[in-house]
């Protein structure tokens, strides 16, 4: 098919197809198979044939943009959300049922996941008892690292009492032996859920609210390694972290609250 914008190009420019072939370092028949054909040039010999005649490469072919998304999208990605507030609510609680060997939630409150999903907090305690491994990390909010978060956010002291509103949800948790509940005091740069071999990760902005940034949602593939990295920082994460029992977070949240959750 017709290039015709490369053909106008040429024609406004004086340029022929030799002098672009030249220009460019290739075949004049290649240079004609470009206009005539509306073939595609390799990318840095699109930029240089543009940049000879004075446009842009992705006007002159609106293809190298197709090809660009193709190539940055990883085939991990299994959906991308603008924002927590948009992911599917029925998302969160497939995986959690799906998952058959390993739950890891890893967060400064989480308290989005059982406020909108009331059973989950039940289902986090079967799946345990079943044999899945489940891990728990939530910040802890007696440390200047959520103080710090909450200011960030600008919800100041809010962010420590989200978390211990949250640590209240979970506390059934705390008497489970099959789960190990931590606690950590760490920069939040992600909020990582992995489920098996899927993972919902939730990219924090500074100044932004959590339910406001974006949801990357993947799931494990054979030779990519983009799962495999927020699986590492997961893991270095739950290293720095530390136990809590069931009476530390009591101490933590409050009696009252306790009772007010369960």
Known sequence: MLNERLRSVLTGRGCTEGDLAAATGVDPKTVERWVLDGRTPHRQTAWKAAQHLGVQATWLWPDLIRTRQTAATPPELVAYYPHRSETPRDLWMDV???????????????????????????????????????????????????????????????????????????????????????????????????YDDELLINTHLYGEYGYMAPILHLRQVEGADLFAMYVRSFERVWGLSYPVSAEELDRKIGVGQVAAAT
């Open 96 to 194: 959690l049922r799906a998952a058959q060997r390993e739950i890891a939630l890893f967060a400064n409150a989480s308290l989005f996941l059982p406020e909108d999903n009331p059973e989950a907090v039940r289902l986090l305690r079967q799946k345990a008892e079943h044999g899945v491994r489940v891990r728990i990390l939530m910040g802890d909010p007696e440390s200047p690292e959520m103080a710090l978060r909450g200011v960030e956010e600008q919800l100041f002291d809010a962010i420590p009492a989200r978390i211990r509103m949250a640590l209240a949800y979970y506390r059934p948790l705390a008497d489970v032996p099959s789960i190990a509940f931590h606690l950590h005091r760490t920069s939040l740069y992600n909020s990582i859920f992995r």
